[in-house]
């Protein structure tokens, strides 16, 4: 299975940003798929996961109200809007995918498979 990030770049704050992975390789309906990030000399966080069918989502506290995941199984797509960009959400930004889809993890260790990561700049 393969998942191929885009849509990373530079952007001023308070602007936005949509980013892409792409999955092949694998039955992409069958994998909650989630967005992770990691910032510079900062430990990999969770930013938000969606559930194979899209009905259910979760986010990170701190992107609550500004960033929306969403996927289109059709394309072997999921997106992840970015709204309302802040310097701190300057990181690499990972998605993943979950073959357990009982439930909607949070945890990085519950994935099993991992983009090439899109870098997200956001300048003051």
């Known amino acids: 299975v393969q998942l191929q990030a885009s849509g990373g770049g530079l952007v001023q704050a308070g602007g936005s940003l949509r980013l892409s992975c792409a999955v092949s390789?694998?039955?992409?309906?069958?994998?909650?798929m989630g967005w992770f990030r990691q910032a510079p000399g900062k430990e990999r966080e969770f930013v938000t996961a969606?559930?194979?069918?899209?009905?259910?989502?979760r986010y990170a506290d701190a992107v609550k109200g500004r960033f929306t995941i969403s996927r289109v199984n059709a394309k072997n797509t999921v997106y992840l809007q970015m709204n309302s960009l802040k310097p701190e959400d300057t990181a690499i930004y990972y998605c993943?995918?979950?073959?357990?889809?009982?439930?909607?993890?949070?945890?990085?260790?519950?994935?099993?498979?991992w983009g090439q990561g899109t870098l997200v700049t956001v300048s003051s």
């Open positions: 390789g694998g039955a992409f309906s069958n994998y909650n």
């Open positions: 969606i559930n194979w069918s899209g009905a259910t989502t």
């Open positions: 993943a995918a979950d073959r357990f889809v009982g439930v909607v993890d949070t945890a990085e260790g519950y994935y099993d498979y």
